[in-house]
């Protein structure tokens, strides 16, 4: 099985931007994903295929990739997106998933 | 509109076993990939099981042998059955769909809690 890795927190004020890290050996042939949790709700995607943003999630959050680590970056942050952020991908036979330990994203 | 909807969670006593529902509507839980995911109290996610369109079955480590997916196609329900149940598996369990290489985990239900404790 493959690992992630994030940091287990991340605190920025608001209008600044924010980078959560994720590092992991197979992440150069598979996917990530990105995911929003909020205190007692189900995680949402926000990003999606390394850089891909669903319908419906503001502009400020984009991904990129380079290597073993991809970076969930959030423009301009407000205090909404105060939640915990875990990466996601595959193993390198994509069969068996697997996420970060997730980083708390503090909004000072 | 898409929704899953866990059911069966529940206080079971360690070496107990307890069957886990997710019933789908507006989509067909046979036509795609469909994955269980538990978060232990204050923990993180933690991938459980996975099931494929054609019935391809994987588990992680930490469940195999113990737990098994399993689908009923006339009910669009997606099942978790959990034997030999221990206390690290008490956990808020969530379905979701498994859109890998498209959209990811594109749709979770509202979690169903599993406390396994004497």
């Known amino acids: 099985s493959s690992e992630l890795t994030q940091p287990p927190s991340v605190s920025v004020s608001p209008g600044q931007t924010a980078r959560i890290t994720c590092s992991g050996d197979?992440?150069?042939?598979?996917?990530a994903y990105w995911y929003q949790q909020k205190p007692g709700q189900a995680p949402v995607v926000v990003i999606y295929?390394?850089?891909e943003r669903p319908s419906g999630i503001p502009e400020r959050f984009s991904g990129s990739s380079s290597g073993t680590t991809v970076t969930l970056t959030i423009s301009g942050v407000q205090a909404e997106d105060e939640a915990d952020y875990y990466c996601?991908?595959?193993?390198?036979?994509?069969?068996?998933?697997?996420f970060g330990g997730g980083t708390k994203l503090t909004v000072l | 509109e898409v929704q899953l909807v866990e059911s069966g969670g529940d206080l079971i006593q360690p070496g107990g076993s307890l069957r886990l529902s997710c019933a789908g509507s507006?989509?067909?839980?046979?036509?795609?990939?469909m994955s269980w995911v538990r978060q232990a109290p204050g923990k993180g996610l933690e991938w459980v099981s996975l099931?494929?369109?054609?019935?391809?079955?994987y588990y992680a480590d930490s469940v195999k042998g113990r737990f098994t997916i399993s689908r009923d196609n006339s009910k669009n329900t997606l099942y978790l059955q959990m034997n030999s149940l221990r206390a690290e598996d008490t956990a808020v369990y969530y379905c979701?769909?498994?859109?890998?290489?498209?959209?990811?985990?594109?749709?979770w239900g509202q979690g169903t809690l599993v406390t396994v404790s004497s």
């Open positions: 979701a769909r498994d859109r890998m290489g498209a959209t990811g985990f594109d749709y």
């Open positions: 099931m494929h369109t054609g019935g391809g079955t």
């Open positions: 295929k390394d850089n």
């Open positions: 507006g989509f067909t839980v046979s036509s795609t990939f």
């Open positions: 197979a992440l150069p042939n598979q996917y």
């Open positions: 996601q991908s595959a193993d390198s036979s994509a069969t068996f998933r697997v």
